[in-house]
């Protein structure tokens, strides 16, 4: 298991019908670490996505498996990605939590180009609330 710094920039396209998309996208740096079934991909929040001093990592085991996972004060959740199959996960942003269910519609993965994406629908206690796409991209730090 081996880990170094990267330079992430991630991309959040979140659809909800009948509206436009809302983009977000930021560059941070973070951690890759290379496991011998999986890379994860690690950072913490700021203040501009409103979790600062959470810390969110994306576990890539494959185009078929991502969980998403989020840890800290302001929120707890581990959503997990299985291509064409529901997934259930709590919510919890510590005054309350919220069911979510995901659904992967796409995953792709290109490690020596150093990106991957997940994309997704997503119900909020069992109502469609859209497709959200997560695009990934990490290099070196120079």
């Known amino acids: 298991m081996s880990a170094k710094k990267v330079l992430l920039s991630i991309r959040t396209v979140q659809s909800v ?3 436009r998309p809302e983009i977000m996208e930021l560059q941070t ?3 890759l670490t290379q496991h011998p079934d999986h890379v994860e991909l690690s950072y913490v929040e700021s203040e501009m996505t409103g979790l600062e001093g959470v810390t969110t990592t994306f576990s890539v085991y494959g185009e078929d498996k991502v969980i998403l996972t989020r840890h800290g004060e302001k929120l707890n959740n581990e959503m997990q990605f299985f291509l064409g ?3 259930d996960s709590l ?3 510590g005054f309350g939590a919220l069911l979510i269910t995901v659904c992967a519609r796409e995953i792709h993965l290109d490690l020596q180009k150093g990106e ?4 997704y629908t997503v119900e909020v206690e069992h109502t ?3 497709t959200n796409t ?3 991209r990490f290099r070196d730090m120079a």
């Not at 991957?116 to 994309?119: D, I, K």
């Open 29 to 31: 740096e973070g951690t």
């Open 134 to 136: 997560y695009v990934v």
């Open 116 to 119: 991957f994406q997940v994309s």
């Open 17 to 19: 019908p009948g509206q």
């Open 128 to 130: 469609p609330m859209g």
């Open 85 to 87: 199959e529901k997934t």
């Open 91 to 93: 919510y919890d942003v």
